[in-house]
Each structure stands twice: as structure tokens, then as C-alpha cells.
């Protein structure tokens, strides 16, 4: 059996053809009706679609299915970044982390990882500032947003915008002065300069 590429032209025509012409009406009927309702249902959705789809879109859905577009263009990029070199703001003797992971699709970008943190004091106001996979120039806190927390040792914290340093920072009230593990995940949306 032939198989057809995504994007290649299908002629639906010539495969109703052939189907008629194998007997499989007279032979099987019910197999017959199956592959005819595909074959008209391939057919009606490829004209839905490409009625709903413009050439003036500039979307190629041969790319998009094959993951090729740009997140500009309407595709999707999940990659890994290294948010080095993060920066510690306040009540943070050490940090740590593995390599984060990213989505970046249009003009937003997910974040997901976890650091290994070990702050200073207890009760005290605890901030890490780490680099964006994609630069952003915040103008307010809220436009990078997120929640990060520790199972081992209870503690919770907000991601927000580091305004002014183009980057993000987890900031807690510290529950611990022993090291941990804190798993996160944010958003933003990328604000051009």
C-alpha cells in the first residue's frame, strides 16, 4: 500500500476510483463504507481546513505538523538553558541548579526546573535572581508570575519580574536554614525594548 507524505497533494477522486474498482463494494461491503466514509471525510476536512487557513496566514501546515515553524509564526520551541549567572540578592549562601527547561510559543514563554537553595537565616526575606531563556524588559513585577515549592522542608515562594535587571526572581520568607530542593514553574510574556 501506498503511503502519502504529509502536504502531498491527494487526489481524492482517482482514490474513489480505485476503491470502486477493487470489488471490495460487491466483496465486503462494510469494509467498502469504511474506507469510502474516510476517504470523504479526508476530503471534507482538507477543504475546512484550508478554507479556515489562508495562503495570506503565511502558515504552512506541512511545517507546522513537522515542528519547523518558528514560535513567531505559530510552531512551538522546547529547548534547555542554563540560567547562569544567577545572583544572590538576599539571605542565600549558596544556590544551585540543573539545567532549567523552556517553551517558547508566539510571545510567551514557560519555565519549569528546580534549584538547590541554602539560606542564611530563618524568618528572613530570601531572594535568588536567575537569567531568562528569552530576554524580556519588564515594566512591572506581575508580568513574569509563578510559584515554586519544597516538599522536603514545607516552604513555598513567588516567581515574579526582577524589573530593571530583565531577569526573574524567587523570593520567600525562609522556613529553614539547611539546604533544600524547590521545583517551579513560571510565565512570562517576551516585551520587546
Known amino acids: 500500500m501506498r503511503k502519502f507524505s504529509v502536504g502531498e497533494n491527494v487526489d481524492f477522486d482517482r482514490l474513489k476510483s480505485i476503491l470502486v474498482n477493487s470489488g471490495e463494494q460487491h466483496k465486503n461491503n462494510a469494509l467498502f463504507q469504511t474506507v469510502d466514509g474516510l476517504i470523504n471525510g479526508a476530503q471534507l476536512f482538507r477543504k475546512s481546513l484550508l478554507d479556515f487557513v489562508k495562503k495570506t496566514d503565511k502558515i504552512s501546515l506541512t511545517e507546522q505538523v513537522e515542528g519547523k515553524l518558528s514560535p513567531k509564526n505559530g510552531g512551538n520551541k522546547a529547548d534547555q538553558y542554563d540560567p547562569s549567572p544567577m545572583q544572590l540578592i538576599s539571605n542565600l549562601s549558596g544556590a544551585g541548579v540543573d539545567y532549567l527547561y523552556y517553551i517558547h510559543t508566539g510571545t510567551f514563554v514557560t519555565v519549569f526546573g528546580r534549584f538547590q537553595l541554602l539560606p542564611t537565616a530563618v524568618g528572613v526575606n530570601t531572594e535568588l535572581g536567575f537569567e531568562l531563556p528569552i530576554i524580556s524588559y519588564f515594566d512591572f513585577k506581575y ?42 514553574n513560571f510565565g512570562y510574556k517576551i516585551i520587546e525594548k
Open 143 to 184: 508580568e513574569c508570575a509563578g510559584a515554586a515549592a519544597s516538599p522536603e522542608v514545607n516552604q513555598s515562594g513567588a516567581i515574579l519580574a526582577d524589573v530593571g535587571n530583565n531577569r526573574a526572581k524567587l523570593q520567600f520568607l525562609s522556613v529553614t536554614n539547611i539546604q533544600f530542593d524547590m521545583y517551579f
